[in-house]
Nanobody
Framework: QLVESGGGLVQPGGSLRLSCAAS????????VGWFRQVPGKEREGISC????????NYADSMKGRITISVDTAKNTMYLQIDNLKPDDSAVYHC???????????????????????WGQGTQVTVSS
């Protein structure tokens, strides 16, 4: 099970750190990632990472403003988002897949692809 937290209302230019706590699986044994979804738009892969080899993927649309990390002791993954923009408003989900999938493939999968583990999401709203 994956449970996200850390979303909320933030002003443009602000920062957030989203958390994804895992139970029943060990995150550093999987390829894991963050995705966001806006009603009427396709799901977007934000960032994915495979801890076993450090392979990391970032979406071009957010590169330079986001950092993904995994705390193995807490079995929790994080997404740091800086310089938030109104277009970043979305529901952010975390996901996990067996490590055969590369981070690039995981983040770039079709929006209809169903990941083995998928969190319920946390809402991020960027507005003044």
């Amino acid at each position: 099970q994956l449970v996200e937290s850390g979303g909320g209302l933030v002003q443009p230019g602000g920062s957030l750190r989203l958390s994804c706590a895992a139970s029943g699986l060990t995150l550093d044994e999987y390829t894991v990632g963050w995705f966001r979804q806006v009603p009427g738009k396709e799901r977007e892969g934000i960032s994915c990472i495979r801890s076993s080899d450090g392979d990391t993927n970032y979406a071009d649309s957010m590169k330079g403003r986001i950092t993904i990390s995994v705390d193995t002791a807490k079995n929790t993954m994080y997404l740091q988002i800086d310089n938030l923009k109104p277009d970043d408003s979305a529901v952010y989900h975390c996901a996990a897949e067996p490590p055969l999938i590369t981070p690039k493939a995981m983040c770039g999968a079709r929006s209809t692809y169903e990941y083995d583990y998928w969190g319920q999401g946390t809402q991020v709203t960027v507005s003044s």
